[in-house]
Each structure stands twice: as structure tokens, then as C-alpha cells.
């Protein structure tokens, strides 16, 4: 495998079930995201992680559980949704944590469905 | 972070050159232009980036004026394949944040 995976790629969930979302990054970056992107809105920053560490959580619900246990290895557990967070889930790293100055790779995304 | 708005959607044909302007009007000193490529159902995908002048690569050629309030992404003699969603993102090299702010993009539909 290279680069950015996730599984899996899509997903169908009811409104009580708990899922997580797999994220494994292959390049030897320190720093992940996880990105929303709904249907005809831009991608949303979620969470961002630099050596394991939380950075940032941009006032996302706590419904969305991240974890982070090393590197290379990024999860977003879910529970309780709602329908409207049906949307495209991304995840991404960087070599390092940079604002504008550092390439952000990003995996395939998971296609979530909440019934 | 400097906020960008470029055209919502484009329209070309195979073999064009297609130019794409992003506008940034506050953009400040420390601050870097990047562009990414989205196609359907995928993540986005880092294309170029530059502070100033003229960039070059295989895959395209960005232009920033000397006020660097915009900027031009080109992308020479288009095919099919590059119809994708096309994100004009500015950012600050020296912050640590790790934020990238997508706006909505510009849509470019290559035609036959």
C-alpha cells in the first residue's frame, strides 16, 4: 500500500449504531486530519494531529470521537449520528504541521450514509 | 487566512489551455498560493504552489502578479480527465496550524 488509505470506503449506518472510520498513512508524515466534505459545500477541517498529539478540533460535535495512537494510524469513531452528517469523510497527512507551506496528501475517502 | 474567491464553474473543450483566477485581496506577506485538484468521490490532490512571480510543472503553470492579489492557475491543451474540481487555497508558510481553508472551488467541465 502507498500513500493514504481508508476503510472502509463507504458505509450505511443507522442512527444508533457505533462505527469507526480507518485511516493509515504510508509516507512517514507526523501530522493528520480528518476533513468533511457534504454535498455541494467545501471540505470542513475536523481534527488535526501532529505526533499523536490533538491540535486542533474545529467545534465538531462530540457524536465524532478521533484517535490517534501513533503516526501513522488516524480513527474517527462515530455514534449516535444524525443524517445530515452523511457526507464524504477525508483524511490527510503532512510531513509537518505547516499552514501554507506544506503539501497535504489525502486519502480516497469514506462515503458515509446515515439512515 | 487570507480568504480566495474564484469563478464558481468553467466550461472548456479537449486541447484548450484553461486559465483559472483566484482572487486574494488580503493576502499577506508570509502567505503562499496553492492549488489542489478534486475529481469525483476522491480526496483533493496538490497541483502547484507559489509566493511570487511564475511556477512551472508537468502538471500546470501558476502566475502571481507582482501584488500578488491574484493569481492565475493554467493548465495547457485540457483533456477529459481533467475535469475536476480545482481549490485555490492561501496560507501562511510560517504558521503551524496545519489549517488548509477550502472555499468552493471552480468546477472546469472539459467538453469533446
Known amino acids: 500500500e502507498t500513500g493514504v488509505t481508508q476503510t472502509p470506503r463507504h458505509l450505511v449506518m443507522g442512527m444508533t449504531n457505533k462505527k469507526s472510520l480507518k485511516c493509515e498513512q504510508h509516507?512517514?508524515?507526523?501530522?493528520m486530519y480528518w476533513y468533511k466534505q457534504s454535498a455541494k459545500k467545501p471540505l470542513e477541517l475536523m481534527f488535526v494531529?501532529?505526533?499523536?498529539?490533538?491540535?486542533e478540533n474545529n467545534s465538531v460535535p462530540s457524536r465524532f470521537s478521533p484517535e490517534c495512537p501513533n503516526s501513522s494510524h488516524l480513527f474517527l469513531h462515530l455514534h449516535t449520528l444524525q443524517p445530515e452528517d452523511s457526507a464524504l469523510y477525508l483524511c490527510?497527512?503532512?510531513?509537518?504541521?505547516?499552514?501554507?507551506?506544506?503539501?497535504?496528501?489525502f486519502g480516497p475517502g469514506t462515503r458515509l450514509t446515515v439512515l | 487566512l487570507a480568504k480566495t474567491t474564484q469563478p464558481i464553474s468553467m466550461d472548456s473543450y479537449e486541447g484548450q489551455e484553461v486559465n483559472i483566477t483566484c482572487s486574494h485581496n488580503n493576502i499577506a506577506t508570509n502567505d503562499y498560493i496553492t492549488w489542489y485538484q478534486q475529481f469525483p468521490s476522491q480526496g483533493p490532490r496538490f497541483i502547484i504552489q507559489?509566493?511570487?512571480t511564475k511556477v512551472t510543472n508537468e502538471v500546470a503553470s501558476l502566475f502571481i502578479p507582482a501584488d500578488r492579489k491574484s493569481s492565475t492557475l493554467s493548465l495547457p491543451r485540457v483533456s477529459l480527465s481533467d475535469t475536476a474540481v480545482y481549490y485555490c487555497?492561501?496560507?501562511?508558510?510560517?504558521?503551524?496550524?496545519?489549517?488548509?481553508?477550502f472555499g468552493q472551488g471552480t468546477t472546469l467541465q472539459v467538453k469533446p
Open positions: 490527510a497527512s503532512s510531513q509537518r504541521l505547516a499552514g501554507g507551506y506544506n503539501e497535504q496528501f
Open positions: 507559489g509566493y511570487k
Open positions: 509516507l512517514g508524515h507526523n501530522a
Open positions: 494531529y501532529n505526533f499523536k498529539e490533538q491540535t
Open positions: 487555497l492561501v496560507g501562511d508558510a510560517e504558521s503551524n496550524t496545519g489549517k488548509l481553508i
